[in-house]
């Protein structure tokens, strides 16, 4: 298969960048000025902006490159798979020679080189992309890239993208990592797609992981072929495989979906390493990783999923969590941050519910059943269980804005649940799934347990552990989390519209095809669950938890 790449904004994120150099300039930006396009259209608002855009512009693709400038999540392993699947890759580039305006001529073809190389994408025995061209104009660019032969092209601009997509017989990817409204010029287009992440590049182009490939990396991170492999779970080119080494033991090779927001690896992997160093018992060991692709290997955990929770089986969910509560002044989790969406105050609840309610602008115009849950019941319970929220937080704490203090903050495995758990032969239980680990409020993991989707629990099985909670962080947590649970239970509901997110539903259908068929059945079963929810909530928020522990 013959690739085409554009460089700039595809291949390589800038934001960093384009900040330094604004910086650099005296370029005073608020806060929400933050990307490419934005402080475009910011500078050239201004006089002379034409030509402030364009200082700032050569200054961001030069000098400020090696130090600002990275690959977009997802690119490296995009090449690397790239190259085991036998593709040709050239990256094509409408880029000048020197940037407009730039008196010490700066020459940023030789820069956008050098960062590819020092990248570890050109030059070396193992370059993952094979040619690199630059023209200087967009026209030039686009007559080389049809006479090509390309299978696929890349870009990220949609104007260019419209004109590939007429060219008869390329296929064409439009990059929008932000993503914007399609760009009208695509709705008749079959030829073009319209992607918001690397990892959807990779699932279309490059499909399924392969056997030899899953053997590379197991020579690669454990130096030992594989003799078996199994996938565990249904995606596109991520997942969890069991891999049997030639020493007879198994290792839980898996591969991290793309997250831009959050380093998934990072936390699992640092997270498991702590907490097995220091003799956690519920925890399988970690072996490798290779940052650069986002895999990182475990030891296998044989066992069963945790289908139906016993008393045993909540206890042993108490017991992880006391464990590493009281472990978590220790300097093995010195390097671990947040957890991810932490919320250490009431007001960072608001800002999540608030910030997860604007990715559903673009859907709720396509989906008027969607807009009318939203704008009928949603928003208004959003306004009365802020205002309840804020009346009821606990004066002792500084009120609904004021950040708890580490002292009173754990240590959250965040996705935690029998969702997550693997019963042992022996009837123990091992937990997976650390990919959100970090520093959070215990009542926001006390919340999320309760509400999570994924798990069946009897109201005795709920006070049960809720009490256990309790007894693990202190009851003083109890006033904040009748508080503040309505909120995080608000969240959830949204949680469960995400299949109306273009971006997601796209994400999605990758990995499993079979799901396109019966969309609208999906959208109305997850539409009908929180309607299902947010009515629960409603009906009970002043005694949502207190009926639960007081049972």
Known sequence: MNLGIDLD????????????????????????????????????????????????????????????????????????????????????????????????????????????????????????????????????????????????????????????????????????????????????????????????????????????????????????????????????????????????????????????????????????????????????????????????VYAWVDGDRVMTPGQRDLESSLEFLGNLHAKRNSDSFRDLGSASAACICGRDIEVQIKHRLRRFDLPRMSHPELDAFIATAFLPALGTLLEWARDRWPVDEGGFDTPLDRARQTLSPSDFGFHNAIRRPDGSLAFIDFEYFGWDDPVKLMSDFIFHQGMSLTEEQKSFWLKGALNVYGKQCFARLTACSPLYGLIWCLILLNDFRPEVWQRRALADDSKREIKQEILNRQLARAHALLQEIVVSYGSLFEEICHQ
């Open 9 to 296: 904004n595809t291949l390589v994120d800038y934001e960093s960048a384009f900040l330094a150099a604004a910086e650099s300039l005296r370029v005073v930006l608020s806060p929400t000025i933050r990307s490419k396009s934005r402080i475009r259209e910011f500078l050239r608002s201004q006089p002379s902006g034409e030509l402030a855009w364009q200082r700032l512009q050569g200054l961001a693709y030069g000098r400020c490159v090696q130090s600002h400038a990275k690959l977009y999540p997802g690119v490296k392993r995009f090449l690397w798979r790239c190259r085991q699947l036998g593709h040709s890759v050239t990256v094509v580039s409408h880029k000048t020679e020197y940037g407009h305006g730039d008196i010490e001529k700066v020459p940023l073809r030789q820069v956008a080189t050098d960062f590819l190389g020092a990248q570890g994408l050109l030059g070396g025995q193992n370059e993952l992309i094979q040619k690199i061209v630059f023209k200087s104009t967009q026209t030039e660019k686009i007559d080389y890239i049809v006479t090509q032969s390309f299978d696929w092209f890349i870009d990220d601009l949609a104007e260019l993208v419209c004109v590939l997509g007429d060219s008869g017989g390329l296929k064409v990817i439009h990059f929008d990592p932000a993503y914007n409204q399609p760009h009208p010029g695509f709705s008749n287009k079959k030829a073009v797609a319209s992607l918001t992440d690397w990892q959807q590049i990779d699932a279309l182009i490059n499909g399924e992981w392969t056997i030899p490939e899953i053997d590379q990396i197991s020579r690669q991170l454990m130096n030992q072929e594989a003799v078996a492999v199994e996938k565990f779970s249904a995606g596109g080119n991520s997942g969890v495989y069991r891999i049997e080494l030639t020493t007879q033991s198994a290792i839980r090779l898996k591969i991290y979906p793309v997250d831009p927001d959050h380093d998934r690896l990072f936390s699992e992997f640092t997270a498991t390493k702590a907490m097995f160093g220091s003799g956690e018992k519920h925890v399988s060991q970690p072996f490798a990783q290779d940052v650069e692709l986002g895999i990182g």
